[in-house]
């Protein structure tokens, strides 16, 4: 199996703990998409959309966006919750995730470290405003739990885990959210947790 990649991607870190979670052997192949690696005509042959991450399988089968990788690597397993109303809980905080936190928190944490923060000038606060919104509901709702869903750590921990951690790297302050601190060492805990910089070129 073939992991298509960008090491700062907080998507493509979300495969990456899963994968390593459930110990799977795969070959990772990074792309830069600051060089425009993922629009060259090779890897707009496998997905279009000209994003990572990306599975390929030894099939010729692949399978993009990173929360629909996580739910079929979670299947049968331990991070997928048996409980039909867990399942979907699970999928209520994967589409939170993806349209209540990702646009803001990973958004302003990607112009940033590309240096493109200049240029998102208009568009910086209400991100910021929007990404903070997302971090109040997260802390509320951690508030007596341990994980997301049914105090059990799941895909839903991981999607929502990836871009938190590095909030801090878009410059959203955790300091004042003790349950999100909290369960962010919960979840770097966990057997098998890996750094997102174990990925960067030259990492030990």
Not at 133 to 159: C, K, N, P, Q, T
Not at 180 to 204: C, F, N
């Amino acid at each position: 199996m073939r992991f298509y990649d960008f090491h700062e991607s907080g998507n493509g870190y979300k495969v990456r703990l899963l994968l390593s979670h459930l110990e799977v052997e795969h070959e990772r192949i990074e792309l830069d998409i600051l060089k425009g690696e993922t629009r060259s005509s090779g890897f707009l042959a496998l997905n279009p959309n000209g994003r990572v991450p990306l599975l390929e399988f030894e099939d010729g089968r692949v399978l993009a966006e990173s929360n629909a990788i996580l739910y079929f690597l979670a299947q049968e397993t331990s991070y997928w919750p048996t409980d039909p109303f867990e399942r979907a809980l699970v999928l209520q905080w994967m589409n939170f995730e993806q349209y209540s936190h990702e646009p803001y928190i990973a958004v302003v944490r990607f112009w940033t470290f590309a240096g493109q923060l200049d240029e998102h000038q208009a568009e910086l606060p209400d991100r910021r405003v929007r990404g903070e919104a997302a971090l109040d509901v997260m802390e509320a709702h951690l508030s007596g739990r341990s994980f997301f869903v049914a105090d059990h750590y799941s895909i839903a921990d991981i999607a929502l885990y990836a871009y938190t951690h590095v909030a801090h790297e878009g410059g959203f302050d955790l300091s004042g959210r003790p349950h999100i601190t909290e369960w962010l060492g919960r979840v770097a805990a966990q057997p098998g947790a890996i750094s997102i910089s174990d990925a960067k070129p030259g990492a030990s």
